[in-house]
Nanobody, 121 residues
């Protein structure tokens, strides 16, 4: 059974915005942390953003530079990634993640199927 299901990906022009959603099971949503990774063809999966669900603290990769915001809706069991000022280098498959630590890919316990984000000039 798939525990994390991403949606909201698509094609946007540079400078545009997308809001990714990750629907989680109540059990998954009650884990310590959830976050987002991305992967471009031929490249390693890289950390994007994470939230400690206990403390509410957030963490972002250096390349985010204030452009993305991670948030949650506890009532709906949804994790969001608001992506603004998108650039072509942001293109890739974005994956929702859950576990005790979700800033390091090797320590992620659960992954979504991914949603494609394409940013064109």
């Amino acid at each position: 059974q798939v525990q994390l299901v991403e949606s909201g990906g698509g094609v946007v022009q540079a400078g545009g915005s997308l809001r990714l959603s990750c629907e989680a099971s109540p059990q998954t949503f009650s884990t310590l942390a959830m976050g987002w990774f991305r992967q471009a063809p031929g490249k390693e999966r890289e950390f994007v953003a994470a939230m400690n669900l206990i403390a509410g603290s957030t963490y972002y990769a250096d390349f985010v530079e204030g452009r993305f915001t991670i948030s949650r809706d506890n009532a709906k069991n949804i994790l969001y990634l608001q992506m603004d000022s998108l650039q072509p280098e942001d293109t890739g498959v974005y994956y929702c993640a859950a576990g005790g630590v979700v800033t390091i890919a090797a320590q992620v316990k659960s992954w979504g199927q991914g949603t494609q984000v394409t940013v064109s000039s």
